[in-house]
């Protein structure tokens, strides 16, 4: 069970970012434009623990620091831009919404 805890809130940047894509904007351009950082900054969090995990496909262990696996310490780097990121694009996307809801009215 612990697993999945840890699985769910290491997921848990990718979820918000895939669920934030669905929230109205009046203005098509800044939601299309959002919404496309929103989902880089979801390829580029996962985008380490993929690579890891593609190049030992066969027989290998994704994990090991002496092949692809390094890549997994980029997450030092990667884990505080990403939420920065997804920080400032929330704020970013309730503040739109909260001006598109009021023009509509």
Known sequence: ???FII????LLPVI???GLCFLK???KVRRI??????I????VYTAPLLYAYWE??????MWSENGPGAALWL???????????????LILKFVFRRKSDVSVK
């Open 25 to 27: 904007d009046s203005n």
């Open 33 to 38: 434009v959002l919404n496309l950082l929103l």
């Open 75 to 89: 997450y030092f780097i990667i884990l505080p831009l990403c939420g920065l990121a997804l920080l400032v694009l």
């Open 56 to 61: 030992t496909l066969p027989d290998g262990n």
């Open 40 to 43: 880089i900054n979801a390829i």
């Open 16 to 18: 918000i970012s895939i």
């Open 1 to 3: 069970m612990a697993d």
């Open 7 to 10: 699985l769910f809130l290491f």
